[in-house]
């Protein structure tokens, strides 16, 4: 299950991150803000590259059953190219696309 983080609290933890006391790590802050230092890092570089931080895309991993299966519908008649570019898009891999099809289709109740 994938926790939703407010703007404002993605905005104040990067701040906190990026005017961080000497010796005192990213690690650390993620620990005491309760979030993974791989998502403190991707806000971080969010941040760097001027992109909203509403707007990161999420990891695989986080994304709910329905927008799985939205992805697998508007991926189901591209062609190779267009699949690539829609999976680059989206920040997904194509074995991320076959891995949820086969949950969906063997294990339903599951996915």
Do not use: Y
Not at 24 to 48: C, D, P, Q, Y
Not at 63 to 81: G, H, I, N, V, Y
Request: aromatic letters at 10%; glycine letters at 4%.
């Amino acid at each position: 299950m994938s926790v939703q983080f407010s703007l404002e609290f993605k905005e104040q933890v990067v701040e906190k991150a990026l005017q961080r006391k000497e010796g005192e790590s990213l690690k650390f802050i993620a620990e005491n803000e309760n979030i993974g230092l791989s998502t403190l890092t991707r806000w971080m570089k969010a941040s760097r590259v001027k992109t909203p931080l509403d707007n990161v895309p999420k990891r695989p991993s986080d994304w709910t059953k329905e927008e799985r299966f939205a992805a697998l519908m508007a991926s189901s008649a591209l062609q190779p190219d267009e699949l690539q570019g829609f999976c680059r898009h989206k920040g997904i891999f194509q074995h991320h696309l076959d891995s949820w099809k086969n949950k969906f289709l063997h294990h339903p109740t599951t996915t």
